[in-house]
């Protein structure tokens, strides 16, 4: 069974930092781009941050750009999502899943509170 398990969320002041992860199990996702996204109360999910397979290449929402880093490391299957001068509109249930995304991978998410 593929899994896709987030972690690394919690509560944290405007101007903090905090640093999640995505550890995928069940199968390999070394060779497939790799994105977060995140979706706040009341609004729909959103694309965060995206990651070649290679590692090489990635992109932003203009939301996070120079805020927020993605990383992973294929021989832990893991994807990372470093995100500093977190603000109160960064709050939101934050996921992982292939880019583009895939209705079966849609893990619990893990949640990320900015206090203001």
């Known amino acids: 069974q593929v899994q896709l398990v987030e972690s690394g969320g919690g509560l944290v002041q405007a101007g903090g930092s905090l640093r999640l992860s995505c550890a995928a199990s069940?199968?390999?996702?070394?060779?497939?781009?790799m994105a977060w996204f995140r979706q706040a109360p009341g609004k729909e999910r959103e694309f965060v941050a995206r990651?070649?397979?290679?590692?090489?290449?990635?992109g932003y929402a203009d939301s996070v750009k120079g805020r927020f880093t993605i990383s992973r490391d294929k021989a832990k299957n893991t994807v990372y999502l470093q995100m500093n001068s977190l603000k109160p509109e960064d709050t939101a249930v934050y996921y992982c899943n292939k880019d583009p995304p895939m209705k079966d991978y849609w893990g619990q998410g893990t949640q990320v509170t900015v206090s203001g």
């Open positions: 069940g199968r390999t996702f070394s060779n497939y781009a």
């Open positions: 990651i070649h397979w290679s590692g090489v290449s990635t």
